[in-house]
C-alpha cells in the first residue's frame, strides 16, 4: 500500500521560495501519477498541479503558472513542489496526492486522489 | 476553466440519508470522485468511479450522476460521518483538475 510522508512545517518571509517533499515508501515514484493540493487556513481544496498519468507531462494550475515548480528525484522516490514570490495569501496546509487513473473507453476515463500525504502547513509572514 | 459547485452545508438526522450534489460540467468524459475531510486530517477518498468504494469506506456511502450532477449518497448517517465533503474531476480539456468548494455535513 502506497505511502506519502511529506517534510515538516517551516515559515517564510514574504518574497521567498519554499520547497516541499513528499517520500514515497511500498511503491516507485515512476509508477506513481503525483500531484499538489493546497488549503488555506478555513478553506477548501485548490489542486495546483500534477503528472498527467498518460504522457508523464507536467501540468500546472493557471493561477499559479511562473511560481510553482515539480520535480521528482526517482532515486529516492521523492517528489517536490517549490513555490516562489511567497505572499501571505499562500499560507496553507500543502498536500501531495498521487492520482489513481483507469481509462475507460477512448473518450472516458476515471482518476481519483489516493492516497494523501499528511500534509505540510507552511506560513508566510513577515 | 469549468467550476464544481457544491452546497456549502448540508445537515442530517442521525440515521437518516442524505444526498450531496456536485454541480459541474465536466461529467461527460469522468465520473466524480468524493472525499472526506475531517477537521486537522488529510482528505481520504470515499467514492470514486461510477460507484466505487475504497477498502474501509462503508457500504452507506454511495455515488451517482445524472447529466451535469454527481451526487455522494449517504444511506443511514452516523455521527462519525460529520465532515467536509468534496468533489473533485478533470476538467473536460485534460488539462487541469479541480475541486468543489466543498459541503461541511452536519449530523444532528
Known amino acids: 500500500q502506497v505511502q506519502l510522508v511529506q517534510s515538516g512545517a517551516e515559515v517564510k518571509k514574504p518574497g521567498a521560495s519554499v520547497k516541499v517533499s513528499c517520500k514515497v515508501s511500498e511503491y516507485t515514484l515512476t509508477e506513481l501519477s503525483m500531484h499538489w493540493v493546497r488549503q488555506a487556513p478555513g478553506k477548501g481544496l485548490e489542486w495546483m498541479g500534477g503528472?498527467?498519468?498518460?504522457?508523464?507531462?507536467?501540468i500546472y494550475a493557471q493561477k499559479f503558472q511562473g511560481r510553482i515548480t515539480m520535480s521528482e528525484d526517482t532515486s529516492t522516490d521523492t517528489a517536490y513542489m517549490e513555490l516562489s514570490s511567497l505572499r501571505s495569501e499562500d499560507t496553507a496546509v500543502y498536500y501531495c496526492?498521487?492520482?489513481?487513473?483507469?481509462?475507460?473507453?477512448?473518450?472516458?476515463?476515471?482518476?481519483?486522489?489516493?492516497?494523501w500525504g499528511q500534509g505540510t502547513q507552511i506560513t508566510v509572514s513577515s | 476553466s469549468s467550476e464544481l459547485t457544491q452546497d456549502p452545508a448540508v445537515s442530517v438526522a442521525l440515521g437518516q440519508t442524505v444526498r450531496i450534489t456536485c454541480q459541474g460540467d465536466r461529467f461527460r468524459n469522468s465520473h466524480a470522485s468524493w472525499y472526506q475531510q475531517k477537521p486537522g486530517q488529510a482528505p481520504v477518498v470515499v467514492i470514486f468511479g461510477q460507484d466505487n468504494r475504497p477498502s474501509g469506506i462503508p457500504d452507506r456511502f454511495s455515488g451517482s450522476s445524472s447529466g451535469n450532477t454527481a451526487s455522494l449518497t449517504i444511506t443511514g448517517a452516523q455521527a462519525e460521518d460529520e465532515a467536509d465533503y468534496y468533489c473533485s474531476s478533470r476538467d473536460s480539456s485534460g488539462n487541469q483538475w479541480g475541486f468543489g468548494g466543498g459541503t461541511k455535513l452536519t449530523v444532528l
Open positions: 503528472t498527467d498519468p498518460e504522457d508523464g507531462e507536467t
Open positions: 496526492a498521487a492520482l489513481q487513473w483507469e481509462r475507460l473507453t477512448t473518450a472516458e476515463e476515471d482518476n481519483w486522489f489516493d492516497p
